[in-house]
């Protein structure tokens, strides 16, 4: 018996990864305080880290510490405790189904996450996610960041899409902005680290509070 491929309503679909595709932040704050804790000397919360979100690791330690010897042995710490560190990232329950639907019906498919391209391929290779994805882009590989849509024209660019037959899919005010100004249509996710009022208020096309509810977003019935 033939089995009928799931047909989706875009022509890309791309995705933000932290608080996303995958619940990162616990990991990633544990690396962050493993290489910065001798010289802040102290512990920070995910609240204090959270506003420093948005550009890569790179530039994050480079504001943090202006000093080029300090940043530099930090940045390369925080490369090889990334990539050594991972076992604790999951994909959120459903989005590995997901993601395989989408990637099934032929779709194009991407990652544009703030941080570093390379961290964000650690990063979704620990989640078990990175073979689903043509490309996976950084914030290293552009000169602005969300919330300017330079990331996500660059992957349309990439794949021959026009912006309205894409979507971008991200849990922060700022993956809303860049997608609209994309042309795109956004869908906000609710379980990451983006306040339900905040999105709600951002107007995304649409506000995702279960994984269930891609299923008629992104797909056209069977």
Not at 45 to 55: D, Q, S, W
Not at 142 to 167: N, Q
């Amino acid at each position: 018996m033939q089995v009928t491929k799931p047909k989706c309503r875009f022509d890309a679909v791309i995705f933000d990864l932290d608080g996303t595709l995958a619940d990162t932040f616990p990991t990633v704050l544990r690396i962050f305080n493993r290489v910065v804790s001798q010289e802040t000397g102290r512990t920070w919360t995910f609240e204090e880290l959270l506003p420093h979100f948005g550009p890569p690791e790179t530039v994050i330690f480079r504001n943090l510490f202006p000093d080029e010897k300090v940043h530099q042995q930090l940045i390369s710490d925080f490369f090889r405790l990334s990539s050594e560190d991972g076992a604790e990232i999951r994909a959120f329950p459903g989005i590995d189904r997901l993601v395989t639907r989408l990637s099934q019906s032929g779709v194009k498919l991407a990652v544009y996450s703030g941080a570093s391209t390379r961290s964000a391929r650690l990063r979704v290779g620990h989640a078990g996610l990175l073979d689903h994805f043509t490309t996976v882009l950084g914030g290293d590989e552009v000169e602005k960041y969300k919330p300017h849509p330079e990331g996500l024209l660059k992957l349309l660019g990439e794949f021959e899409v026009a912006a309205e037959s894409a979507i971008y899919v991200g849990d922060m005010v700022a993956d809303i902005k860049a997608g609209r100004r994309a042309g795109m249509k956004t869908a906000a996710v609710t379980w990451g680290a983006g306040s339900l009022t905040e999105l709600r208020a951002a107007e995304p096309d649409f506000l995702v509070e279960e994984i269930s509810i891609f299923d008629s977003i992104l797909f056209d019935r069977q």
